[in-house]
């Protein structure tokens, strides 16, 4: 049983039945079970903040993941306990705007990226971004988001 909680720290209405539904479409894709995850939708001022405290750069971004396991492999009498994914509202609204395709499609790709990084995977190196964006396009396209 996959234990995941979506937050809302925002005054932006956010579909998170939507978000719930592609959430457990992705854990099913990646064959994963008895894992546990926070999303956490805050807005541009508050994921700068983050940004700057925990990665030294201060500028918004779109998604920041913590993940739990860095390196090792803890598991739990209920299971795998993986972190947690931050993400901008904000740049939801921009880059679905800029990339020209739909928010809710913005907000599975991100959802993903960050959800693939507290898993283990990077984007690095060039050979494991093309692994890790495969699978990000892979589940979107699998969940009817294309671009």
Do not use: C, W
């Not at 064959?31 to 541009?44: K, P, S």
């Not at 990665?55 to 009498?77: H, K, M, Q, W, Y």
């Not at 609204?93 to 693939?116: N, W």
Request: charged content about 35%; proline content about 1%.
């Amino acid at each position: 049983m996959n234990n995941f909680e979506i937050f809302n720290e925002t005054d932006e209405q956010i579909d998170i039945e939507e978000e719930r539904k592609f959430i457990e479409y992705a854990l099913k894709a990646l064959n994963l079970e008895n894992v546990e995850f926070n999303i956490i939708f805050v807005d541009n001022e508050k994921i700068r903040e983050i940004n700057k405290q925990y990665r030294g750069i201060d500028r918004p971004t779109d998604v920041i993941s913590f993940a739990l396991e860095e390196g090792e492999n803890p598991t739990f009498e209920f299971g795998r306990v993986l972190g947690d994914i931050y993400i901008s509202v904000d740049k939801i609204h921009s880059q679905a705007k800029d990339y020209g395709h739909s928010e809710k499609r913005e907000m599975a790709f991100l959802t993903i990226h960050g959800l693939l990084h507290i898993l283990g995977y990077d984007h690095i190196k060039k050979e494991d971004e093309k692994i890790m964006f495969a699978k990000q396009e892979e589940i979107l396209s699998g969940y009817g988001l294309t671009r």
